[in-house]
């Protein structure tokens, strides 16, 4: 075998694509042209293998990807893929690139986007122009911003009685210290908290000495927030890439209720089936974050959607068949404006 070719094996290629056809042939090509390549059907599968490799020390070259996996956003998960790999070179593949729009076709231009079909000579010319290119400068990476991790977080989740002045509660819970957000909410609950302080006991000290003061709270619910899921780096790949919503205390911003409509899904999920989970739902693009709590429910999901009838099918085509739900509760958030 030539020096080429040798060098060639050196090289680590992750392929991603839900189309076993594509993968095989890709596979196929890709290694009799000397790479080495490791294949994922889908994002949850490239995030385990991302961790494998980590533990293995071993970096991937190349990472070709397809925008549109079937349970998570491939766009995303190219931003995880270059926090975590900024040396790595992205690869974006879709059939579908009718459905990106323009804003989302320019952003990609940073990286490589190739339309399907394409033939093995058409990846592997990609391949040489990105060494060229590092051969002549240092690879240049989108940079990725990420935000101010809050310290510690709690939901409460408040019932009012029924005589209970709702304006006149609500308003003191939003503009109260500590209090990230206060969204008001139908269903089994009518008010719905996030609060931020230096420590878990400090958020159960804000609980039990402000917000229980408040007349008229039937009942509260506190579910502490916990970070990172236990047993699971995806969870601190997906916060490293600026996935994650954590705010900090001075970052508290409106729903904008023209734009999208905004629900709290509560989910209780089968423990051993939570990393999956988590990983799948925190990449939703509708999911604009995804918190692992301990209580009545182990995950919260903050999602957007241009209606609730977009959110609901949502949950009927996207989180209900997960392996491992258990129960499922949302609560839409109502515009306060309207009222």
């Not at 089968?270 to 301990?294: G, I, M, P």
């Amino acid at each position: 075998m030539s020096n080429t070719n040798n060098k060639k094996m050196e090289k680590t290629i992750l392929l991603v694509d839900d189309e076993s056809s594509i993968r095989r042939s890709l596979s196929l090509g890709l290694n009799q042209q000397g790479y080495n390549v490791e294949s994922c059907e889908n994002g949850t599968c490239v995030l385990n293998k991302l961790e494998s490799l980590k533990k293995k020390e071993n970096s991937p070259d190349t990472i070709v990807v397809d925008i549109f996996l079937p349970d998570i956003n491939g766009i995303k998960l190219g931003n995880i893929i270059k926090s975590e790999y900024p040396d790595a070179s992205l690869i974006y593949i879709t059939g579908s690139i009718d459905k990106l729009n323009k804003q989302e076709i320019e952003n990609l231009k940073s990286d490589i986007l190739l339309e399907k079909p394409f033939t093995i000579e058409d990846l592997t010319d990609q391949f040489q122009k990105i060494h060229e290119s590092q051969e002549k400068s240092e690879l240049v990476t989108t940079e990725v911003i990420t935000k101010d991790v809050r310290s510690t977080s709690a939901y409460m989740l408040l019932k009012l009685k029924n005589d209970a002045d709702f304006m006149s509660i609500y308003r003191k819970l939003y503009y109260m210290e500590n209090i990230l957000y206060c969204d008001a909410t139908s269903g089994d609950y009518d008010i719905i908290l996030l609060v931020n302080a230096e420590n878990i006991e400090k958020c159960k000290e804000i609980c039990k000495n402000r917000v229980e003061s408040v007349e008229n709270i039937e009942k509260i619910d506190f579910l502490p927030v916990n970070k990172p899921l236990p047993g699971n780096n995806i969870s601190d790949i997906i916060n490293s890439a600026g996935i994650s919503s954590d705010e900090s205390s001075e970052h508290k911003t409106e729903r904008d209720f023209s734009v999208s409509m905004c629900s709290y899904i509560f989910l209780q999920v089968n423990e051993n089936k939570l990393k999956d989970v988590n990983s799948v739902l925190s990449l939703n693009e509708n999911v604009a974050y995804c918190d692992y709590t301990t209580g009545k429910y182990n995950l919260i999901l903050l999602v957007y959607g241009r209606c609730f009838d977009e959110i609901d099918k949502l949950i009927e085509n996207n989180i209900t068949n997960l392996d491992g739900i258990l129960k499922v509760k949302e609560y839409p958030i109502v515009n306060m404006f309207d009222m």
